[in-house]
């Protein structure tokens, strides 16, 4: 369960945030965050930041790779988790 909250929450949760298919949503918690990037780089959003990545992610979803790694990942803790319990 762990995994599909992960794979289908964190799409959601960004989308959420303002990080929309078309762009950032305007008067969002997502255009706050890109006006304070933008600001703090001299007018740019720098490749690979927080913002463009919450971006790319809130254009096209999870890439296949993050979704594998994510589901190996929380797969593997919710067996520790499930093992530990009496």
Do not use: R
């Not at 078309?22 to 959003?45: C, D, L, R, T, Y």
């Not at 993050?66 to 319990?85: D, N, P, R």
Request: proline content about 3%; overall charge positive; hydrophobic content about 55%.
């Amino acid at each position: 369960p762990a995994a599909g909250v992960a794979l289908f929450g964190v799409p959601a949760a960004v989308s959420a945030l303002g990080f929309k298919a078309g762009g950032i949503a305007a008067g969002s918690m997502a255009a706050k965050m890109m006006s304070a990037a933008a600001i703090a780089n001299n007018g740019g959003v720098a490749a690979g930041s927080t913002v463009a990545v919450l971006q790319s992610v809130g254009a096209a979803g999870l890439s296949a790779g993050a979704k594998i790694g994510l589901s190996s990942a929380l797969g593997t803790l919710g067996g520790i988790v499930g093992a530990t319990k009496p």
